[in-house]
Each structure stands twice: as structure tokens, then as C-alpha cells.
């Protein structure tokens, strides 16, 4: 596409999403999500031009992100999270270095500078709570037995619930490697257990559909008329809360949780931080590295345990 210095802001936008989804390979849902962003920046700004891009413009609009309130929160006057403001602020960083690239005259991206985060807090359950959340579908019926290899699953692979849900039921069971397709499209291997293969075997032999989803619906979690759907990331978070509630567990426990325990149970056993970076599908490793804390406290204790023996 030819740019020329009448094109809008708006106009811009629209060609730069283009570049992100077929150049870039970015997913439908992140070209949403950077189309929402620049979209309530342009609606806020009123401007036109990319030449009236300027740091008080940046400015006022982070101003205006850091008094808004979030939408559940209104009645208690809750606002964005600075890690949410950031997101907006990556996507107009993105666009200004797209635009820049164009060689279209608007405000350098190094002049937008990221809020500063808190260190991101992990939600974690212990060991033991993990095992009785494991046992907590103890059911023989179908959605027990899909249940107990979902739980099984996540915590064997650390998968994405998204990735969880989009897995096909003509999984080879007969390895424990499985490819999956992770952000920015990305395929990587993650591995099955013993106790998950068993709990997949139980569940996938009890199936009488012919849905080519791994995970579907089952029973009364069907709308009236539908035959056997896969079941969605909302659904798949509900089945785990339910059964945290089941084994007694006070705190709050979604797909993710399980995936940190993934993760941390690695760690705390002896794995690098290379290695769990892939097998987590993190694209960078200053993301893995929220796992530290783990290895820090292995390290204290080879510290405690062997520093200074030979001056006793």
C-alpha cells in the first residue's frame, strides 16, 4: 500500500493492523486487542495527523488511562492497573515504529516510556493441595473422567488453557511428546505423564461422539439441541474452581495456577530456566524468570547447607 501525508490517523491504523496480521503473523486476537488500544487513543485525542502526535498528547492521554476506573470496579472507584495502562502503551509504541518505518513523520516510540509495574505476585498452592485437587474428580462417569484427565494434563504440560482447548482428540497417545501451538503461532513440545496418558485413555474410551475436540461438553453442560461441543477457556476455568472448592482449597485456582505449579515443581526439583522457558512457550526468558524466587530459595539452602564447613 502507498502512503501519502493526507492518510489519517485512523487510515494508519488500519494499515497498520493489516502489517501486523499478515506481515507479522500476530493472532486475530492481538490485532483486537492493539485495534482497542489505538482506537480509545485516537477517540481521546481527537487527532488526525500523525505530525500531532506529541509528548503532551501522550501525556494527557496516560492521565486520563490512570483515572479511569476498571469496569468491575466503579462502585469502589478501583482504576487501571499499570500493567493494563502498559498494554495501550506497547501498541502506540508498535504503531509509531511502524509508522516510522514508513517513514511517516509523527512522534519517535522511544519517547513513550512504560508505567513501572510492582514485582508480579505468583499465586501459588502447595503441594499437597495440588494433590487433592489432582484426585478431587474421582468419578466413573464422563465428565468425571474428562475432568480428571483436563487436571491431569494441565499439570503435566503446563499448557495454556487455550491451548488446552484447542487440542484434537486424535492425540497419540502412544508417545509422551505432544506438539501444541502456542502464541504467535508458535508450535512446541510439551510431554504427557504416565498418570495423565492413563486419565486421557479412561476418558477418550468412555466417548461415543464423533466431535474432533479432545475436551466437549458433556450432559446437562449442553444447550438444548446441541450435539457434543469443545468445551471453551470460560468453561475449562469453571471445571477447576469447582473442584478446588471440592478439595478444600480457600484459594483462588484457575488453568493458570496449575501452570505456575508446572513450572515451579521444575525448578524446585533441579531444571534450568532455559529449559522451562520452552517448555512454557515464553518467547522471552525475563518472563520465566518470574519463577526465580524458587531457585533463590534452593540456592539459600546449599548456602546454609554448605558455606563455610570447612572454617568449623
Not at 166 to 178: G, H, K, N, V
Not at 209 to 233: H, I, Q, R, W, Y
Amino acid at each position: 500500500m502507498g502512503y501519502n501525508e493526507c492518510m489519517t490517523l485512523e487510515e494508519l491504523k488500519r494499515s497498520f493492523l493489516e502489517y501486523i496480521e499478515i506481515e507479522k503473523g500476530r493472532s486475530l486476537k492481538t490485532v483486537q486487542n492493539y485495534d482497542h488500544y489505538l482506537s480509545r487513543f485516537i477517540l481521546f485525542s481527537k487527532l488526525k495527523n500523525p505530525k500531532d502526535i506529541t509528548d503532551d498528547s501522550i501525556r494527557e492521554f496516560r492521565l486520563w488511562l490512570n483515572r479511569q476506573s476498571t469496569g468491575n470496579n466503579r462502585a469502589t472507584g478501583e482504576t487501571l492497573k499499570k500493567k493494563t495502562q502498559n498494554y495501550y502503551l506497547i501498541a502506540l509504541r508498535a504503531f509509531l515504529k511502524y509508522l516510522a518505518r514508513q517513514e511517516i513523520a509523527s512522534l519517535p516510540a522511544d519517547r513513550i516510556e512504560l508505567a513501572k509495574v510492582g514485582e508480579r505476585h505468583l499465586d501459588l498452592i502447595t503441594a499437597h493441595e495440588l494433590e487433592r485437587l489432582l484426585d478431587a474428580p474421582n468419578g466413573s462417569d464422563l465428565k468425571s473422567l474428562r475432568d480428571r484427565a483436563i487436571l491431569s494434563l494441565l499439570f503435566s504440560t503446563g499448557l495454556r488453557v487455550s491451548e488446552l482447548c484447542a487440542l484434537t482428540r486424535d492425540i497419540d497417545l502412544s508417545t509422551p511428546e505432544l506438539s501444541v501451538r502456542g502464541k504467535g503461532d508458535k508450535v512446541r513440545v510439551v510431554f504427557v505423564s504416565d498418570e495423565a496418558k492413563k486419565s486421557l485413555q479412561a476418558y477418550l474410551s468412555k466417548r461415543t461422539d464423533l466431535d474432533d475436540a479432545l475436551f466437549v461438553k458433556t450432559g446437562l453442560e449442553k444447550n438444548k439441541g446441541d450435539e457434543s461441543l469443545p468445551l471453551t477457556s470460560r468453561s475449562v476455568e469453571r471445571i477447576v474452581k469447582h473442584y478446588a472448592i471440592k478439595a478444600g482449597i480457600s484459594k483462588k485456582v484457575t488453568p493458570h495456577v496449575i501452570r505456575h505449579c508446572f513450572a515451579t515443581d521444575l525448578l524446585s526439583n533441579g531444571a534450568d530456566l532455559r529449559s522451562v522457558q520452552a517448555l512454557l512457550g515464553h518467547a522471552n526468558i525475563g518472563t520465566t524468570q518470574i519463577y526465580t524466587h524458587v531457585t533463590d530459595k534452593h540456592l539459600r539452602e546449599i548456602h546454609k547447607n554448605f558455606h563455610g564447613k570447612s572454617r568449623k
